[in-house]
């Protein structure tokens, strides 16, 4: 709209400060619309602005702060400041006219008699404050307290007081610092942090949940350490890998760095006498690392040696330290100088792999910057729009103390380049100043574009807003950012739920049971990895049985039989190392207990599949038992049955009474016609049901054959007890009629010894079943 409107009006001049000027402002706009079009931009921006409000209240306290230092500094230092710029002239009714003004061209303070051979010139008195504040109006006051606060100038301030006004009223801006800038500002940044941090959830979580989210970043970093096995096959290559994963072997190379690191102490220069032996000493270096190389090669197979990402940047600068050694010797010039020590700089970041708190340190660095690149976007797209407004109301202001060819708004990437100096805080009050040069001290023009004239309120709102929201706001969430960081990667091992020493000991495991080193596995190799895990994530498949198979089931479930990943893993054992009541937050507690029951459901039903799978077998063995025993027992019955008819049987058997001989003599007809009453596997009950029934190896079973001895095979049979005994004396002896009258039972005592044997049955098995689990 703002655009369509300039080029409807396309105006032919466009003074200073006018409303045409204004528009082409509004048009440097335009970059800021890319915060609307990236969402992790939109945002950063929403996440501020939700705790505008606590932002404004800080800052209204600091301003009602400075506004009351301002009002005293009014009544106290207003209109007693200015000066005569001729230092021999006490009084304003005095300084008029001019006076002979020696032109230096050093800060450094003369002794008198020394400044005589410089040039002078006249120069008009004049009586004036200060150059750059003032305590005239409440202003001016509150625009110098504004310059304090962020450290700048309140030396000068401090000085001009002590000179001018005395000790007593320079104590006046030491307690403003204090106040101000140690208390206030240090406030505000607190809330700007604070605000961020609640913004986006983590500042309201318990202690539990927070380790949680920090576990949760750790194990996200995490990376499978990619490390081939030994190779015990080959002699040669198990030896240089020997050497290579030795400690000292690791020291000395760190060493090695450390030394050749040390060169870059003196400048390399291709006049100078000593380069020379500079350069061959770090060829010999870069020759001992391409050994070390070459011997890592060997040990992991090339293969092996590239799958680590520390082995890449170390060949990669391996490779450019042996071109600048074959360069170098040709060339012998500042270029292959430059190119040399540049292997060294880059060699020494290789350090920080082989050590763990630099390691920390470095992955501080890296994720810090990475977490950050959406706000370092923001920042740069705001510089952007600052430089190009920059160059719309500075660029053509007259050259000054701080404006000058190095650093001016003529053109927009020399506006970034200034700002970029501001965001700093160098000296961004001084060009401020520089900014606002006003007539007579410049010539005014007809369009901006020809003056050399400043902009006093452009120039005002123009900086202190830039320094205020890149300074006080945008750099603060980065440090916020860094803070998170550092404290997550240098957290407390106790306090941690899971420590490095904890990964680091899953990161072996991986390394052992992923042979291809490819960060993927197939899913039945996850059981082995779990019994080999040590520390926190240790998992007893004999104590933890049940828990062992909800893990395995979960990867089984969630990848359905395909390879899982490291991170997968390392996720899953994570959620089992914790309380996920009390770690989780709501929406993923939720999904993780719906998760886990139906884990424990489906574990469950495949727990009574197993187990009634294991009965079933075991009643078949069971059936196949009784037959295999029946056969025996027909074969002995028989074998009995033949020895009767022997002639050399014993006279006793002659003597028996009819009864038997027609028992003896029915069982002969009996197993002559093959007919042997097999023993059933079931009892019938009168309501028709069958009961399963204990098998010959029951103690139970031969307890209730003693109690109740077996009849003829001719007669009746009651119960279960239809198998003749084996003993020769059940055989030779008949009954008595007691204990034929105790052999019969009534149905409903009948059905209760079936109860009985039922019931002694399943707990038997019951007991057998819980013993072979545990066995199992």
Same mark, same amino acid.
């Given at each position: 709209?703002?655009?369509?409107?300039?080029?409807?009006?396309?105006?032919?001049?466009?003074?200073?400060?006018?409303?045409?000027?204004?528009?082409?402002?509004?048009?440097?706009?335009?970059?800021?619309?890319?915060?609307?079009?990236?969402?992790?931009?939109?945002?950063?921006?929403?996440?501020?602005?939700?705790?505008?409000?606590?932002?404004?209240?800080?800052?209204?306290?600091?301003?009602?702060?400075?506004?009351?230092?301002?009002?005293?500094?009014?009544?106290?230092?207003?209109?007693?400041?200015?000066?005569?710029?001729? +230092?021999?002239?006490?009084?304003?009714?005095?300084?008029?006219?001019?006076?002979?003004?020696?032109?230096?061209?050093?800060?450094?303070?003369?002794?008198?008699?020394?400044?005589?051979?410089? +040039?002078?010139?006249?120069? +008009?008195?004049?009586?004036?404050?200060?150059?750059?504040?003032?305590?005239?109006?409440?202003?001016?006051?509150? #625009?110098?307290?504004?310059?304090?606060?962020?450290?700048?100038?309140?030396?000068?301030?401090?000085?001009?007081?002590?000179?001018?006004?005395?000790?007593?009223?320079?104590?006046?801006?030491?307690?403003?610092?204090?106040?101000?800038?140690?208390?206030?500002?240090?406030?505000?940044?607190?809330?700007?942090?604070?605000?961020?941090?609640?913004?986006?959830?983590?500042?309201?979580?318990?202690?539990?949940?927070?380790?949680?989210?920090? #576990?949760?970043?750790?194990?996200?970093?995490?990376?499978?350490?990619?490390?081939?096995?030994?190779?015990?096959?080959?002699?040669?290559?198990?030896?240089?890998?020997?050497?290579?994963?030795?400690?000292?072997?690791?020291?000395?190379?760190?060493?090695?760095?450390?030394?050749?690191?040390?060169?870059?102490?003196?400048?390399?220069?291709?006049?100078?006498?000593?380069?020379?032996?500079?350069?061959?000493?770090?060829?010999?270096?870069?020759?001992?690392?391409?050994?070390?190389?070459?011997?890592?090669?060997?040990?992991?197979?090339?293969?092996?040696?590239?799958?680590?990402?520390?082995?890449?940047?170390?060949?990669?600068?391996?490779?450019?330290?042996?071109?600048?050694?074959?360069?170098?010797?040709?060339?012998?010039?500042?270029?292959?100088?430059?190119?040399?020590?540049?292997?060294?700089? #880059?060699?020494?970041?290789?350090?920080?792999?082989?050590?763990?708190?630099?390691?920390?340190?470095?992955?501080?660095?890296?994720?810090?910057?990475?977490?950050?690149?959406?706000?370092?976007?923001?920042?740069?797209?705001?510089?952007?729009?600052?430089?190009? /407004?920059?160059?719309?109301?500075?660029?053509?202001?007259?050259?000054?103390?701080?404006?000058?060819?190095?650093?001016?708004?003529? /053109?927009?990437?020399?506006?970034?380049?200034?700002?970029?100096?501001?965001?700093?805080?160098?000296?961004?009050?001084?060009?401020?100043?520089?900014?606002?040069?006003?007539?007579?001290?410049?010539?005014?023009?007809?369009?901006?574009?020809?003056?050399?004239?400043?902009?006093?309120?452009?120039? #005002?709102?123009?900086?202190?807003?830039?320094?205020?929201?890149?300074?006080?706001?945008?750099?603060?969430?980065?440090?916020?950012?860094?803070?998170?960081?550092?404290?997550?990667?240098?957290?407390?091992?106790?306090?941690?739920?899971?420590?490095?020493?904890?990964?680091?000991?899953?990161?072996?495991?991986?390394?052992?049971?992923?042979?291809?080193?490819?960060?993927?596995?197939?899913?039945?190799?996850?059981?082995?990895?779990?019994?080999?895990?040590?520390?926190?994530?240790?998992?007893?498949?004999?104590?933890?049985?049940?828990?062992?198979?909800?893990?395995?089931?979960?990867?089984?479930?969630?990848?359905?039989?395909?390879?899982?990943?490291?991170?997968?893993?390392?996720?899953?054992?994570?959620?089992?190392?914790?309380?996920?009541?009390?770690?989780?937050?709501?929406?993923?507690?939720? !999904?993780?207990?719906?998760?886990?029951?139906?884990?424990?459901?489906?574990?469950?039903?495949?727990?009574?599949?197993?187990?009634?799978?294991?009965?079933?077998?075991?009643?078949?063995?069971?059936?196949?038992?009784?037959?295999?025993?029946?056969?025996?027992?027909?074969?002995?019955?028989?074998?009995?049955?033949?020895?009767?008819?022997?002639?050399?049987?014993?006279?006793?058997?002659?003597?028996?009474?009819?009864?038997?001989?027609?028992?003896?003599? !029915?069982?002969?007809?009996?197993?002559?016609?093959?007919?042997? +009453?097999?023993?059933?596997?079931?009892?019938?009950?009168?309501?028709?049901?069958?009961?399963?029934?204990?098998?010959?190896?029951?103690?139970?079973?031969?307890?209730?054959?003693?109690?109740?001895?077996?009849?003829?095979?001719?007669?009746?049979?009651?119960?279960?007890?239809?198998?003749?005994?084996?003993?020769?004396?059940?055989?030779?002896?008949?009954?008595?009629?007691?204990?034929?009258?105790?052999?019969?039972?009534?149905?409903?005592?009948?059905?209760?010894?079936?109860?009985?044997?039922?019931?002694?049955?399943?707990?038997?098995?019951?007991?057998?079943?819980?013993?072979?689990?545990?066995?199992?």
């Amino acid at each position: 709209m703002v655009s369509l409107v300039f080029l409807c009006w396309m105006p032919q001049k466009v003074p200073p400060q006018s409303g045409a000027q204004v528009l082409m402002i509004l048009r440097c706009v335009r970059p800021l619309r890319i915060f609307s079009l990236v969402p992790h931009m939109r945002k950063v921006v929403y996440e501020l602005c939700r705790g505008f409000k606590e932002i404004l209240l800080v800052s209204v306290l600091l301003i009602v702060l400075m506004f009351v230092f301002a009002c005293y500094g009014v009544h106290m230092f207003g209109g007693r400041l200015a000066r005569c710029n001729d +230092p021999d002239i006490k009084l304003r009714e005095q300084c008029v006219g001019v006076f002979m003004r020696k032109i230096f061209i050093t800060k450094m303070k003369l002794q008198p008699g020394e400044n005589e051979s410089y +040039p002078a010139m006249l120069v +008009p008195r004049v009586w004036a404050n200060p150059r750059r504040f003032n305590f005239d109006n409440i202003g001016n006051a509150m #625009l110098a307290l504004f310059e304090v606060l962020s450290f700048k100038g309140w030396l000068d301030i401090r000085d001009v007081l002590l000179q001018r006004l005395g000790t007593a009223h320079a104590i006046y801006i030491h307690i403003f610092v204090f106040m101000g800038c140690m208390i206030g500002l240090t406030l505000f940044v607190g809330v700007v942090i604070a605000n961020y941090s609640e913004n986006k959830g983590t500042a309201l979580l318990t202690v539990d949940q927070r380790r949680w989210c920090d #576990l949760k970043k750790r194990l996200k970093i995490a990376q499978p350490l990619h490390l081939p096995p030994r190779p015990d096959s080959h002699k040669f290559r198990a030896f240089i890998y020997d050497i290579t994963q030795n400690i000292y072997f690791k020291r000395f190379i760190a060493v090695l760095v450390l030394a050749n690191s040390s060169l870059l102490c003196v400048s390399w220069k291709s006049d100078e006498t000593h380069t020379v032996p500079l350069a061959t000493c770090s060829a010999a270096f870069t020759l001992l690392f391409t050994i070390e190389v070459i011997m890592k090669a060997i040990a992991f197979t090339p293969r092996g040696y590239w799958q680590s990402r520390r082995n890449r940047y170390d060949l990669l600068v391996t490779v450019v330290g042996v071109i600048w050694v074959v360069t170098h010797f040709m060339l012998m010039n500042n270029t292959s100088n430059s190119i040399g020590y540049t292997v060294v700089i #880059l060699r020494f970041f290789t350090i920080t792999g082989k050590h763990a708190t630099l390691k920390m340190l470095m992955l501080t660095v890296v994720v810090s910057v990475y977490k950050s690149f959406f706000i370092i976007m923001g920042m740069f797209l705001l510089i952007l729009f600052y430089a190009l /407004t920059g160059v719309l109301l500075f660029g053509t202001v007259k050259f000054g103390e701080n404006i000058g060819r190095q650093a001016n708004f003529q /053109t927009a990437p020399s506006g970034i380049a200034m700002l970029f100096r501001i965001v700093t805080g160098e000296d961004w009050n001084k060009i401020m100043h520089d900014c606002m040069l006003s007539p007579p001290y410049c010539t005014p023009g007809e369009n901006y574009w020809e003056t050399d004239c400043g902009n006093f309120t452009g120039s #005002l709102i123009y900086f202190c807003s830039f320094y205020v929201i890149i300074t006080y706001i945008v750099l603060n969430l980065l440090v916020a950012i860094i803070m998170e960081n550092f404290s997550l990667f240098y957290s407390n091992e106790e306090d941690a739920l899971l420590s490095y020493a904890d990964i680091r000991n899953f990161q072996n495991t991986w390394n052992i049971v992923d042979i291809q080193q490819r960060g993927l596995i197939p899913v039945g190799r996850v059981k082995f990895l779990l019994r080999l895990l040590k520390g926190r994530l240790e998992v007893d498949p004999d104590r933890d049985r049940l828990l062992f198979k909800h893990m395995c089931y979960e990867m089984e479930r969630i990848h359905n039989g395909d390879d899982v990943t490291f991170h997968d893993v390392l996720n899953m054992l994570s959620y089992r190392s914790v309380d996920i009541r009390k770690a989780l937050q709501l929406e993923e507690l939720l !999904a993780r207990e719906e998760l886990e029951y139906l884990i424990e459901e489906e574990v469950a039903k495949q727990t009574i599949r197993q187990w009634l799978d294991k009965c079933l077998r075991r009643i078949k063995a069971q059936k196949q038992q009784n037959s295999l025993i029946n056969s025996l027992r027909a074969t002995t019955e028989a074998l009995l049955a033949g020895s009767d008819i022997l002639p050399n049987k014993p006279v006793a058997s002659e003597i028996k009474d009819e009864g038997k001989e027609e028992a003896a003599s !029915a069982s002969v007809r009996h197993r002559k016609k093959g007919q042997l +009453p097999g023993r059933s596997d079931s009892i019938s009950s009168q309501g028709g049901r069958k009961f399963l029934a204990p098998s010959l190896s029951d103690g139970a079973a031969r307890a209730e054959k003693e109690r109740f001895p077996t009849k003829k095979w001719n007669a009746r049979q009651s119960g279960s007890k239809g198998l003749p005994d084996l003993s020769e004396s059940s055989e030779l002896s008949s009954p008595t009629p007691e204990e034929e009258e105790g052999a019969f039972q009534p149905p409903s005592q009948k059905m209760s010894t079936v109860v009985v044997e039922v019931h002694n049955w399943w707990s038997t098995e019951l007991g057998y079943n819980s013993g072979s689990d545990a066995e199992d």
